[in-house]
């Protein structure tokens, strides 16, 4: 099991930037990805970016690309977001989470931490 704990959220004004962060812990060893999702109220949970833990190859959603930056380090077994120009619609819950090897999914999460974006 890997435990994964964000930490990084909260208000900010559209146009403004936030960063968040995310630990794991346990068996990281077993970590092939991480990658960060959000959730607003009333829409499901949507895929933003995630990065490759070996070949640290990253990739975006359309939606947040240019705008957001993924960047990991495995040997502290840390996963940032970087989040630039940010729009009244980014508001969501922030999920961090983990791909392990043999696994086709991201299937371990964090608890989320929230981001509001203000006009």
């Known amino acids: 099991q890997v435990q994964l704990v964000e930490s990084g959220g909260g208000l900010v004004q559209a146009g403004g930037s936030l960063r968040l962060s995310c630990a794991a812990s346990?068996?990281?060893?077993?970590?092939?990805?991480m990658g960060w999702f959000r959730q607003a109220p009333g829409k499901e949970r949507e895929f933003l970016a995630a990065?490759?833990?070996?070949?640290?190859?990253?990739h975006y959603a359309d939606s947040v690309k240019g705008r957001f930056a993924i960047s990991g380090d495995n040997a502290k077994n840390t996963v940032s977001l970087q989040m630039n120009n940010l729009k009244l619609e980014d508001t969501a819950v922030y999920y961090c989470a983990a791909r392990l090897m043999k696994s086709s999914t991201f299937n371990s999460w964090g608890q989320g931490t929230q981001v509001t974006v203000s006009s």
């Open positions: 990065i490759n833990w070996s070949e640290r190859l990253s």
């Open positions: 346990g068996r990281t060893f077993s970590i092939y990805a």
